[in-house]
């Protein structure tokens, strides 16, 4: 079948005639409710007319960045990467990624469950929120998903295949390279250029050549690194989460790159919903709460990749009997390290560009008050050129947790 973009009307006359959809909904009658409210795709929620309550989400790539419009023309095959990293992860984890029901890499369109006892969890935090189970899930998720999809486990041919089905992506690792390593540190018109004109927190930004020296350095780490398969996009807006499940989804920047990527990631989308809370809600209890689970998730995942490590002691990288086990230990408590600190500048790059570059997060951008919001953006930034610049000497979390509760 030849790919078209569908809209309300065509998609339930598409998914009317899968079978592995059709089998879910039984003899019901369908509908199709556009629910999507993200930068690249078209998200429909296809449900019973009869039992609302009984329903899909399907997703489908259009070729253009939905964000800006058909003028930023984007090839739709990141759908192709996307369908391939959700199956990819749920294999190894199917316990925090939603079961796909049916996927075309040829319409770019995948169909998965819908999570409608779960909320964005951006919106969670910034609701003050608590989610206790947060950081066991999304540890063992991150930790499992780059434990077993690196050199630590596979052998050299299949880690090899594995890049070879994933770094094709090189449309939306662009996209990442220029709006996360470049532009927002510099003028260029695909900026939140109303608040930089005349802004002097922005033309300090672009003039730091230290700052941005230090970037350029992450920056060819994300262009060559391949150690893993990572989601390429693990923000607080890609995870849906109540008290009980934790789900990932929207992998389609995906792609075989730095263990720290996903954790920098995370760790970004985390001080920034501290920074909100620091500046417009004042809630001490939820920012103790925010720190505690950043510890928690850190520390968390350098222990869970170390059992991993553990129960498989053969890989492409090491043979067993290759170094005795107390050096094997050192060697293993050094690369673990440095994850955390690669995370760390990654987190700061992520931080810095949510600030001025094209797509902001809520915490800060969606700030009404434009003092506050200024506020906001001078801490998130404060924070973001710590990380950045001290990011290869950090020895502990807890120097982690000092940067971000003293910017304020």
């Known amino acids: 079948m030849n790919y078209r973009v569908l809209d309300a009307g065509s998609i339930v006359e598409y998914i009317s005639n899968v079978k592995s959809v059709m089998d879910y909904f039984g003899s019901d009658e369908i509908r199709a409710d556009e629910i999507g409210d993200g ?26 960045l939905r964000c800006v419009g058909e003028d930023f023309l984007l090839s739709r095959e990141r759908m ?32 998965m ?35 077993y999809t690196s050199s630590l486990y596979l052998s050299s041919s299949d880690k090899r295949e594995l890049i070879g089905s994933f770094n094709s992506n090189t449309e939306l690792c662009k996209l990442t ?15 939140d250029n109303i608040n930089v004109k005349d802004n002097q927190e922005a033309k300090k930004l672009f003039a730091d050549m230290e700052f941005k020296e230090r970037v350029l350095e992450l920056k060819y780490k994300f262009m060559t ?17 109540n008290e009980k499940d934790t789900y990932v989804i ?16 995370l760790l970004a989308n985390l001080a920034n919903n501290y920074i909100h809370h620091s500046v417009v809600t004042k809630d001490k209890d939820f920012q103790e709460w925010l720190l505690v689970t950043i510890r928690e998730v850190l520390e968390k995942f350098g222990e869970k990749f170390l059992n991993f490590w553990k129960e498989h002691r053969n890989s492409a990288l090491l043979v067993e009997g290759y170094l005795d086990d107390s050096t094997l230990q050192n060697y293993k408590e050094r690369f673990i390290k440095n994850i955390l600190r690669e995370s760390v500048g990654f987190a700061g790059c992520k931080m810095a560009r949510r600030v001025y570059g094209v797509a902001g997060v809520a915490e800060i951008r969606g700030i009404e ?24 000497k950090i020895e502990s979390v807890d120097e982690i947790l000092e940067i971000i509760k003293n910017a304020g």
């Open 250 to 265: 929207d992998p389609e920047f995906a792609f075989v790159g730095p263990f720290g990527f996903d954790v920098g990631a």
């Open 369 to 392: 008050n434009p003092d506050l919001r200024a506020e906001a953006e001078k801490m998130a930034l404060k924070i973001a050129r710590e990380f950045v610049i001290k990011h290869d």
């Open 39 to 64: 930068n690249l795709n078209y998200v429909y929620k296809i449900s019973s007319i009869v039992n609302p309550q009984k329903a899909l989400i399907a997703k489908q790539a259009v070729p253009f």
């Open 177 to 191: 390279e220029d709006l996360v390593f470049s532009f927002a540190f510099m003028e260029h018109e695909t900026n």
């Open 225 to 241: 690194q391949s150690d893993a398969l990572v989601h390429g996009d693990l923000h607080t807006g890609s995870i849906m989460i």
């Open 113 to 147: 469950d819908y999570l409608g006892s779960h909320i964005i969890m951006r919106k969670g935090l910034i609701k003050s929120v608590k989610y206790k189970n947060f950081s066991e899930h999304i540890s063992t998720y991150i930790a499992a998903t780059l434990f």
């Open 80 to 111: 192709t990467y996307e369908i391939r990293a959700l199956q990819k992860f749920y294999a190894i984890f199917p316990s925090f990624i939603p079961k796909i029901h049916y996927a075309s890499e040829e319409m770019s369109l995948v169909v």
